[in-house]
């Protein structure tokens, strides 16, 4: 019993690790910075409407045993799409957004199921190739908005388009901007809190808490721990992979939409680059793991990597007297995150393995 | 008693698998509420017969079977696991099938969990239905209690002990309300002495409710302990189909083994000439953690130039000594080789000192599919040995001799008639007794002066067989090469080896002489003492 | 017909099309008053440029560590070896052969760390390469910022402190492989010689390390862990000698770019590097698990081909710049493609 405990104990410090240190990193950078609490509090609550959305959306994939969905771009890029057709069409705010959820939840879904399948085929390098996926649609939806637009699918509004007539302007003021935002928007202290994005996330939460509930994500948790015993039960492993998949794609298109009308502009070609990076290392960093991650790890992981990546540049400028250095730390701080975590986790495996094994035999050759 | 009908009627039933005949001609019954023990060698043709009843894949993919099977009353032919399911047969194999990170119970109803409807689900579907988890957990405890054992269906998978794993398995097979008939292969293979009880006593109270049982294990004192009918299965044919009252272990372990052989094929006893001989290996509580093949406490003496058999049922444990003393899996002990101690743990040390090994896993450890032929033979003598290597500008550089790997090729080729265009030809692109003949090259190219050989010929036609063994013998007169050869076919090792020894549940149950009795062979396999036994 | 098949299954799809492409855009150039010349020499000198960089993928396929997407780990080294030698203020040959010295010097210890830390991870190699490369080239950058580097050729002239984001070869080695031995044809057309003489020692010297004992034992660690295993094989050690190598070899194509290019790209440019080298080794014929030289040269060919091509053909023909869009779509293309492919 003594030694069941000590295992939990174990379980929620390594759980709790990753969190712990990028909150001592951050507050111990938080007076170098010379930030005050009110414009830190305001600028943490504004990313987390921004992002939780996005980080979200990387769960259902995890608990399906496919790892991080770093082929989540593709959604954006559908929510993107969404976002310029309304602008050409003139619709605003509210109402602007939910119509481009409806016109790039299609798109979304279709992507879904192509990357599914394709994932599919990568049984074991799911990351990588979803990742080179993403980068793959990224050179179509680059051709489809430079060259189709304005000229095969009509524009009404040429200010959207390039001077020469057809693509897609580099950057968009979206007219949709803060349509979520500007609903139920208080400001208590000098923070203000936009209840109404906010309503919008609690629920995706309800969604996803509910979701885990439902025989198809029941499933999608026996798949995501063994793929031949959930197949020879009878679960169709095949088509609950790539369920999730859609599900996540469609959540990131509509995570990026409120991503966008927070920020009002939209840099139409890279804009959803780092999208996959940024919403993986966010999660991360809230203690989740390439296998296992709950709502909290991605609401306290998005918080917390927000804050530090806010103060670090600035208190990284006023050691060294380099802007840049910041910058640059922030940068490989992300990417390590998500290295260490895919490390860590890949190691842990094998050990798992041999750890398993060990045990075997302790049973199998304690004394009858 | 009389009253008693059968649930489960095979008639005639045959199956080939591409022109091999591994079963002929079966007929038994199981009647409801009845255990039937089921017992055979390996290759007796369990499995396969198992499979055609559960409707696996491996039947329909290669022809169906011949004969008839009814099953309650009505004459079946199940195309997929799922048609047998249905029927009412359930299966436990022997591999467990359990996801780690969910509870005993939601284990117990996987993919039959119990749902609720709800706003959502009855517009997108029935996928989207809610799980009702209390009711899950009530299904899954009855199960248990039916099967009169004590487990918790809160705990994780992962945090349960082996044995009770068997139990969640079996649990999860009766929770189906269809089911009639279930089948246990080697359930109590991973079980403690005091878990096989308990399990045999839950088949009993199962069969008490009106589920009938077939019972496969190897351990023959279970077998007769709970069966109401034994029936033994022997080269793919039905030897004995008998009430379990009256008979004894002996008699079960006789018809296991004891096929009608030509006396001719097996060697004669010289096991004191041998005896005499000096030893060249001396094994000394040998455990090797192999998965399915875990060696527990092998202590062992080889003499010099003897052919020494090791035969067993799978899953015993034979084919972990040769793979722990060759360091492909972790062991522990004491090996004595030539008068000195061999570290364990370290493949190139044993290859180093004279010892080479042919692994059962042909495909998976004994070839380089993708590379040529030449290239398998040598590569061991070269990476070990630093042989078909020349050095250049005056042994700065180190490159392959080609032209040496082509002849020491072809010179295997020709000596083991390896059927192929050239030595240049993919491994991979070779018939199963030809790659077979490819690795025995690889070890011969070694010269060994101890040779491990696993399971030679497995999966290969039989005039491939007659000449792998042939070439075994040979080597072993024309270079005095001392080999051990490890095989499920006892008939194999009684017509090649000088000695045999049986290996069961991880140890060296006896050494025997090949022209011992063959119940002797039955029972040692079956983990039964007798009286006379060789060394020990 | 069913040898056509066979061929077309062996070659795959992806290629041939890419081949026929790359034909057509050589046939219609002249058409659209591009001198096929010019773009023959382009090629070269790209594939020059690039080859070596390409060859170092082929230690790690073969030793079963697969796509090397962490060559930025090389290139950097690389990039140390060419602003030390410079900072040494050495030109001329003396100044290249200096920098590959010391750039393939910290290549050994960069891939020896890297490649521990990859047999940690078997089995999730590829992706776990790619962050690798990603947070190196970031944490390299903070370095640039930091370290004492102090010629003015290369800091940052209003600060002469950290390096610029590109600092000129003009004055120290700039083309002094492209111009040695070059051949003139055309006033358009000329052989690098020297370049491509580099790639062949090159290429050379991993084609005889492959003929080696050890060169040996790490293709059966990549065809067969198994079988490498029970022959007494240091699975983990011959891992390494592979991962040092390419990375080595990434080092010595990062200089040999550079003196071409005639700059050294510093900060993020190595990230530039990783999809395209991956792409263009597939493209050649690789898998995921076997790559050869032939691999190599036929890859590089057709990629730098494309990339030659397309800017200059369909430009002049249809005023469309698409080229960036057919680089992102053949690159990243290939590589789900190989990535997916059944097998191993």
Redesign the interface.
């Known amino acids: 019993m003594k030694n069941f405990d000590r295992k939990k104990l174990n379980r929620l410090l390594t759980g709790s690790v990753v969190p712990l240190m990028f909150l001592i990193i951050s507050l111990i950078a938080i007076p170098i910075s010379k930030f005050t609490g009110v414009y830190l509090a305001d600028q943490i609550v504004t990313r987390l409407v921004r992002n939780s959305f996005l980080v979200l959306s990387l769960l259902l994939p995890i608990m399906a045993g496919m790892g991080i969905n770093f082929g989540m771009t593709l959604g954006a890029m559908a929510g993107q799409i969404g976002l310029i057709f309304i602008n050409d069409w003139g619709i605003k705010g509210a109402p602007g957004l939910i119509l481009a959820a409806i016109v790039s939840t299609p798109i979304a879904i279709l992507l879904g199921y192509f990357g599914g399948k394709v994932l599919n085929r990568a049984k074991g390098r799911e990351m990588i190739t979803s990742m080179m996926l993403g980068l793959f649609i990224s050179g179509i939806y680059q051709f489809f908005l430079l060259y189709l637009c304005g000229s095969v699918i009509p524009f009404k509004n040429p200010g959207l388009l390039l001077s020469r007539g057809y693509g897609v302007r580099n950057a968009l003021n979206l007219i949709t901007a803060k349509g979520f935002d500007s609903l139920l928007l208080i400001k208590i202290g000098g923070v203000n809190i936009p209840v109404g994005t906010f309503l919008i996330i609690g629920l995706i939460c309800l969604f996803t808490v509910w979701f885990k509930n439902t025989k198809l994500g029941h499933d999608m948790r026996a798949v995501g721990q063994d793929m031949s015993v959930s197949g020879s039960a009878g679960i169709d492993v095949e088509k609950t992979r790539i369920q999730s998949i859609i599900i996540s794609t469609v959540l990131a298109c509509y995570g990026q939409i409120i991503y966008l009308q927070n920020i009002g502009t939209l840099n139409t070609y890279n804009g959803a680059d780092q999208a996959a990076l940024f919403a993986a290392a966010s999660l991360l960093v809230g203690g989740a793991t390439v296998a296992k991650a709950t709502i909290s790890n991605a609401i306290i992981g998005t918080a917390l990597f927000h804050l530090m990546f806010l103060v670090m540049p600035v208190a990284g400028k006023y050691i060294t007297g380099q802007a840049m250095i910041g910058e640059y730390f922030r940068m490989f701080v992300s990417y390590g995150v998500v290295t260490l975590a895919l490390i860590l986790h890949s190691w842990k495996r094998q050990k798992d393995k041999e750890m398993d094994r060990r045990l075997d035999r302790e049973i199998s050759s304690a004394p009858k | 008693m009389s009253e008693t009908e059968a649930l489960l009627e095979i008639k005639n039933v045959g199956k080939e698998y591409d022109g091999n005949r591994v079963l002929k001609d079966i007929n038994f019954t199981v009647d409801k509420g009845k255990i039937v023990g089921l017992v055979g060698e390996n290759g007796a043709g369990k499995s396969t017969l198992m499979n055609i009843l559960f409707g696996m894949n491996v039947i329909v993919e290669t022809g169906g079977y011949e004969g008839e099977i009814y099953f309650d009353g009505k004459k079946v032919n199940f195309k997929d ?2 048609d047998a399911l249905n029927a009412g047969i359930g299966m436990v194999h022997q591999e467990f ?6 509870t005993v119970a ?1 284990n117990i109803l ?2 039959m ?1 119990k ?1 609720q409807q709800s706003v959502i ?1 009855k517009v997108l579907g ?6 009702d ?1 209390p009711s899950i957990h009530e299904s899954a405890r009855s199960a248990i209690d039916k099967l009169g054992v004590q487990l918790d269906s809160q705990s994780l998978v992962s ?1 349960m ?3 009770h794993k068997q139990f969640i398995e079996i649990a999860r097979e009766i929770n189906r309300e269809k089911v009639k008939l279930i089948i246990l292969d080697e359930p109590t293979a ?1 079980l ?3 878990e096989a009880d308990i399990l045999l006593k839950s088949m009993r109270r199962l069969a008490d409710m009106g589920v009938s049982i077939i019972f496969i294990s190897h351990r023959l004192r279970e077998i007769t302990e709970v069966s109401d009918k034994i029936v033994v299965l022997r080269d793919g044919q039905v030897v004995v189909e008998t009430p379990a009252e009256g008979v004894d272990i002996g008699q079960v372990a006789k018809w296991m083994v004891g096929r009608d052989v030509d006396t001719e094929n097996i060697k004669t006893s010289k096991v004191d000439k041998i005896e005499n001989k000096e030893i060249i290996m001396e094994v000394k509580n040998l ?1 090797v ?1 192999m ?1 399915g093949e ?1 060696v ?1 406490d092998v202590s062992l003496k080889i003499h010099q130039g003897e052919i020494l058999g090791i035969g067993g049922l799978a899953g015993q444990g034979k084919l972990g000594i040769p793979n722990g003393i ?3 899996f972790p062991s522990g002990g004491e090996i004595i080789f030539e008068g000195k101690s061999l570290p364990l743990n ?7 000192n004279g010892i080479s ?1 042919v ?1 059962e ?1 042909r495909r ?8 040529s032929i030449d ?1 398998n033979i040598t ?2 003598a ?3 040995q ?1 042989r078909f ?1 020349k050095p250049y500008l005056g042994g700065l ?4 001799d080609d032209k040496a790997m082509k002849e020491c090729a072809d010179k295997y080729i020709d000596e083991l008639e390896i059927r192929c265009i050239n030595e240049k030809q993919l491994a991979r692109n070779l018939s199963g007794g030809n790659q077979q003949k490819v690795c025995l090259a690889k070890a011969f190219a070694m010269n060994p002066r101890l040779l491990f050989v696993s399971e030679p010929t497995r999966g290969i036609d039989i005039g491939a067989k007659r000449l792998v063994l042939n070439a075994l013998e040979k080597y072993n007169e024309e270079n005095n090469t001392t080999i051990v050869i490890i095989s499920s076919e006892l008939e194999e090792l009684r017509s090649i080896s000088d000695r045999v020894a049986i290996v069961c549940e991880g140890k060296i149950f006896g050494i025997l002489p090949p022209d011992a009795p063959v119940e002797k062979f039955g029972l040692l396999m079956s983990g039964i003492h007798t009286k006379e036994e060789g060394e020990k | 017909m069913a040898e056509v098949k066979g061929f077309v299954k062996n070659i795959g799809w992806p290629r041939i099309i890419i081949a026929i492409f790359l034909l057509s855009l050589f046939i219609v150039a002249p058409i659209f008053g591009v001198r096929v010349d010019t773009s023959i020499h382009d090629v070269i000198v790209r594939f020059g440029m690039n080859a070596i960089m390409v060859l170092s993928m082929i230690p790690m396929i073969q030793s079963g560590c697969g796509l090397n997407f962490g060559i930025p780990v090389g290139l950097v080294a690389g990039m140390l070896g060419a602003v030390i030698s410079i900072e040494f203020n050495l030109t001329g040959l003396s100044g290249i052969l200096v920098a590959m010295v010391i750039g393939v010097a910290f290549a050994a210890l960069f891939g020896f760390l890297y490649g521990l830390l990859l047999n940690r991870v078997k089995g999730d190699e590829m992706i776990i390469a790619t962050y690798v490369g990603f947070s190196f080239v970031f944490f390299m950058n903070m370095m640039w910022l930091v370290l004492p580097f102090k010629n003015p050729a290369s800091v940052q002239g209003f600060k002469g402190e950290g390096l610029r984001v590109t600092i000129s070869v003009e004055d120290y080695w700039f083309n002094i492989f492209n111009n040695f031995l070059k051949i003139d044809i055309t006033k358009y057309l000329s052989i690098p010689v020297g370049m491509i003489l580099v790639f062949a020692i090159m290429a050379l010297f991993v084609w005889a390390f492959f003929k080696t004992k050890t060169g040996t034992a790490i293709t059966a660690v990549g065809s067969n862990p198994d079988y490498a295993r029970a022959s007494g094989i240091s699975i983990d050690k011959m891992r390494t000698i592979s991962v040092m190598l390419s990375t080595m070899i990434a080092a010595v194509g990062m200089i040999v770019y550079e003196q071409s290019f005639g700059f050294i790209q510093m900060y993020n440019a190595p990230s530039a590097f990783a999809f395209p080298s991956v792409a263009a080794i597939l493209l050649g014929g690789a898998s995921v698990n076997k790559a050869s030289i032939t691999n190599v040269i036929i890859g590089t060919i057709l990629f730098q081909g494309i990339l030659t091509m397309t800017p200059s053909v369909i430009n002049s023909a249809i005023n469309i710049d698409v080229s960036e869009i057919i680089r992102i779509v053949v690159s990243n293309g290939m590589i789900v493609y190989a990535l997916t492919r059944k097998g191993k």
């Open positions: 696991p799922v099938s359990l996801i780690p990170g969910f939601e996987l993919n969990e749902t689900s029935k996928r989207l239905d809610t799980i988890l945090e002990p082996v044995g991973v403690t002495e005091t455990w953690d998965p875990t527990k060759m360091g492909l370290n493949t190139l040390e044993a290859q180093k090994f692994s896993d998976g450890v004994g070839l380089l599919l993708d590379e290239w590569f061991n070269m990476q070990i630093e290597i550089i180190k490159f392959r």
